[in-house]
């Protein structure tokens, strides 16, 4: 298979939306082409990284009012607990 075919077909693999034969050659090119197993493995990791992701971001106002409550006796820079 050509580089081509395969970054083609690398969103696809990653889905597990393939079937055995098609795998087998992805992983196939995959052992033997350091470029695409680049690709792949970027590919991958942008994966997990959207899986990990918190459902929401906290929002600006909630931390605002967190800082608020704290008690303001802190020196600025702050030094750890
Ligand atoms: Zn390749």
Known sequence: MRCRKILELLPKFIENDFSTEEAASVWAHLGE???CRGEY???TRLVET???LPPMAVPASFKEAVM???PPK???GG???
């Open 74 to 76: 802190k020196p600025a």
């Open 68 to 70: 608020r409550a704290l």
């Open 50 to 52: 959207l899986e990990n």
């Open 41 to 43: 493995e970027s590919m």
């Open 79 to 81: 030094g750890g607990a």
């Open 33 to 35: 082409c350091d470029a």
